[in-house]
């Protein structure tokens, strides 16, 4: 089973605000996150986080990582500053910019439709509860957790 989510922006508190998540504190926040997420997500589950993973400092995205479950890939999104490798030293299965598996294109930035091949559909993030030109065909899914009320969804990845 592959799940997927976006934009969780754990320890964020402006997020909050910007995208109008019901929540009174960045405390409150990261305790409802990871509960969805383990309520959804087994130990041995692969997961796809689609960028923003989280701000703040490395020691706070470790402690983040150690309470979710799945083995998690990151695509990097334009928050995630960290380098490849303290990323996977926080625990990261893998990270990338883009990424295809099968029919699907995993990226943080919803990609225009001229980049994708007519049966290709693309995974993405980055707007969280708004619309873009961009997002706004068949073959573009927003994934940002505010969309898909803040738990990981399933999407049969297979070749």
Not at 84 to 94: L, M, N, P, V
Request: net charge neutral; aromatic share 10%.
């Amino acid at each position: 089973m592959s799940w997927f989510i976006s934009d969780t922006h754990f320890y964020h508190k402006n997020i909050i605000k910007y995208c109008n998540r019901p929540f009174s504190s960045v405390e409150q926040m990261n305790r409802h996150m990871i509960q969805c997420w383990n309520n959804t997500v087994q130990k041995d589950d692969e997961v796809f986080h689609l960028g923003d993973f989280g701000l703040g400092r490395r020691e706070d995205l470790v402690r983040i990582f150690e309470q979710l479950n799945g083995n998690i890939t990151l695509i990097r999104g334009n928050h995630d500053r960290l380098s490849t490798k303290a990323f996977k030293e926080i625990g990261f299965k893998d990270v990338f910019k883009r990424l295809e598996l099968g029919k699907f294109v995993l990226s943080h930035r919803p990609l225009p439709l001229e980049e994708l091949k007519e049966n290709q559909i693309n995974l993405h993030g980055h707007i969280h509860n708004h619309k873009t030109v961009e997002s706004s065909t068949p073959q573009h899914l927003n994934l940002s957790c505010e969309a898909i009320n803040y738990t990981p969804l399933w999407i049969d990845v297979t070749i």
